[in-house]
């Protein structure tokens, strides 16, 4: 298999789909002639021409409404958000009507829609920059919500997304486009809401996603060397939220820490720990633990910053509580 | 228009005031919920204009749409059952008054977030382009909507694309109470295109017929040379929505805009040219009321709709979560 960076992985999952499916196409700022703000589309534009890779105004409501409107008629858009906090522009076509324009009409509209978009902080873009808020967009029922940690499950995931009938946001992180990992060279898919283990381990469950995760391993090579072993499970999808592994592995371990990169409260981790308090009450040891990102607007100085948000170190110290 | 389809227009336009009227009373014995929004004083909006498409021109409009999707072909029985919420209303009792479509009919709804719609119907407009077919999408919008951001990059998007989409507000001079003027810095809407460089014209909408040429050129337009904006000057005679103590208007305002009757200049068109006599219309009238009160009796009869029908509209595919929905 190739080492790939996350980057290629996902520009490989857009083009082979593209190159599959002629309805499929790409819509958002910047995705055509400058190629990509992150570069993930870089070439498509020479490609697949102008029609199949549409540069929008900076309009991040239309962005999203004219994906709608073109899902609706039958299209397969991937509508780029260039980062995750212009979604808030576009809050209502993405929570009012892509979440429930299914339903509200009794089922007769289908939007294979996929709305790509970018989150995560740590690169000093300041407060309205580098948020993490992909536990909002996983409140509302009638959304999917992926947001991969490797290359592998980003490329395997985004084409099972593009391939999906139901409205889904796919959320990156900026930190991560330069991770390399294995990536099959032949076509392959990931299925939407399934977890996965990513580590076996038997002394403590540390479920998390994203960029998390690759913290999360990093954490559990340090744990590991104090004869700590952590079982990460990799929750890939926010919502639906597969628990069953997370379940599971909680069992044999009786002990969890949740790790996310957005902010504590109503989070990720909320939601896990409350499931595990529902469902596996009788296997609790230990009190579950959270690790995020600390409740402030982040700040552009590099030191506040990572003081802001979550590090190995948190992971490790939370783990070590409760083993 | 030759007389069969004058007479279908004017037998559409008795049936949204019937429609209408029944509804307003159905609200009042309880048996209609939420929000209703009458369309009665303008059904020469929408009959004038969607008498001008082919089938195959898609059709959106706001929250005020059940006059909307009588013209664009629904049955009264099953807007009806709608508005009782039944599973056999056009969005199966899950949308209510305004959220009615029926994509057989290329009605793609009922929209209630004001403006919201505007940015679908470039998205499907765009649809069409992408595939190379000739479809016009036409989008019915209020005066209130042109204030929203939604109309602002829908309308640059529509003329950056060259998208085949007729934009059509419905200025019925209010936007709940507050009057076109004291929301919108121009009081001639569609001169609002102008910032966006698409052609745009305002017709006389208490008048059928002229809303249908108009409409007929316009559509014309749309399909050879790219976006339209129309701005049909109109009035509703009830309130914004059920409950409306109307403080923001006068009665005799009211007064003057209903001696302009769409129903009754029509009719009047109609007996003065010689296309119908009094018997013919009074007799079509009768046919209405019968198809109200038999879409009443099919609504009130209908089955109500199931948790399992609700459950399976929230998503195509397979949805991994036991604990969900509950």
């Known amino acids: 298999m190739a080492k790939i960076t996350m980057r290629e992985a996902i520009s490989q999952a857009l083009w082979e789909e593209m190159e599959r499916d002629e309805s499929v196409f790409i819509m958002g700022e910047e995705v055509g002639i400058w190629g990509g703000t992150y570069a993930v589309t870089r070439g498509f534009y020479d490609h697949f021409g102008e029609k199949r890779v549409r540069d929008t105004p900076i309009a991040e409501m239309v962005i999203v409404g004219a994906a709608n409107g073109a899902a609706m008629a039958g299209l397969r858009p991937v509508a780029e958000l260039m980062t995750i906090n212009f979604a808030f522009v576009a809050m209502d076509q993405i929570v009012n009507q892509a979440a429930k324009l299914r339903s509200m009409f009794g089922g007769q509209f289908t939007l294979p829609l996929v709305i790509r978009t970018v989150g995560g902080g740590g690169r000093q873009l300041a407060a309205t920059h580098s948020q993490t808020p992909d536990a909002v967009f996983a409140h509302f029922p009638g959304l999917k919500v992926v947001a991969p940690g490797t290359p592998h499950d980003a490329k395997g995931l985004l084409k099972s997304a593009i391939r999906s009938d139901d409205p889904i946001m796919f959320i990156e992180n900026a930190t991560l486009y330069q991770v390399r990992g294995e990536v099959p060279e032949e076509d392959y898919l990931e299925p939407i809401g399934v977890s996965k283990v990513q580590r076996a381990g038997d002394d403590v469950t540390i479920i998390t996603y994203s960029k998390m995760l690759q913290y999360s391993l990093d954490a559990a090579e340090e744990l590991a060397k104090d004869g700590i072993e952590a079982e990460i499970v990799d929750l890939r999808t926010l919502r639906p939220l597969d628990m069953k592994p997370v379940i599971d592995s909680f069992k044999r371990t009786n002990r969890a820490v949740i790790v996310e990169e957005g902010w504590r409260s109503y989070g990720v981790g909320a939601e896990v720990a409350a499931r595990l308090y529902e469902e596996a009450f009788d296997y609790i040891d230990a009190p579950i633990r959270r690790v995020a990102q600390k409740e402030v607007p982040l700040p552009y100085n590099q030191a506040l910053e990572q003081e802001a948000l979550p590090q190995r170190e948190d992971i490790i110290e939370a783990v070590k509580g409760i083993v | ?326």
Request: net charge negative; glycine share 10%.
């Open chain 2, 1 to 326: 228009m030759d007389k069969e389809n004058m007479l279908d227009l004017f037998r559409e336009m008795v049936l949204i005031r019937h429609l209408e009227e029944r509804a307003a009373e159905l609200y009042q014995e309880g048996k209609i919920g939420g929000f209703l929004h009458l369309y009665i004083g303008q059904e020469a909006v929408a009959s004038g204009i969607i008498a001008a498409r082919e089938p195959r021109d898609r059709i959106l409009t706001a929250y005020r749409d059940h006059g909307v999707a009588i013209a664009a072909g629904i049955e009264a029985k099953v807007v009806m059952a709608e508005l009782l919420g039944k599973k056999t209303g056009t969005s199966h009792g899950f949308g209510g008054s305004m959220h009615m479509a029926d994509v057989d009919k290329n009605y793609w709804g009922g929209h209630a977030i004001v403006g919201s719609h505007l940015p679908f119907a470039a998205g499907m407009a765009f649809a069409d382009q992408y595939r190379e077919e000739d479809n016009v999408t036409i989008c019915f919008f209020g005066d209130g909507a042109t204030n929203i951001g939604f109309f602002h990059e829908a309308l640059n998007l529509s003329a950056v694309w060259d998208l085949p989409v007729l934009w059509v507000c419905e200025n019925n001079q209010y936007g709940m109470g507050t009057a076109v003027k004291r929301a919108s810095a121009l009081e001639e809407i569609h001169k609002k295109a102008d910032g966006y460089g698409i052609p745009n014209s305002r017709v006389e909408g208490m008048d059928v017929m002229k809303v249908y040429e108009a409409a007929r050129d316009a559509i014309e337009h749309v399909r050879n040379e790219g976006p339209y904006f129309l701005e049909i000057m109109t009035y509703r005679y009830e309130g914004h929505s059920m409950g409306d103590p109307e403080r923001y208007r006068s009665k005799e305002e009211v007064g003057q805009w209903e001696e302009n009757d769409p129903v009754g200049i029509f009719r009047t068109f109609l007996l003065d040219g010689g296309h119908a006599g009094e018997d013919e219309l009074n007799r079509l009238e009768e046919g209405v009321i019968d198809e109200i009160q038999e879409a009443v009796k099919f609504a009130e009869e209908s089955p109500e709709p199931t948790w399992e029908d609700l459950i399976n509209t929230v998503y195509v595919e397979e949805y991994r979560d036991e604990q969900w929905p509950r």
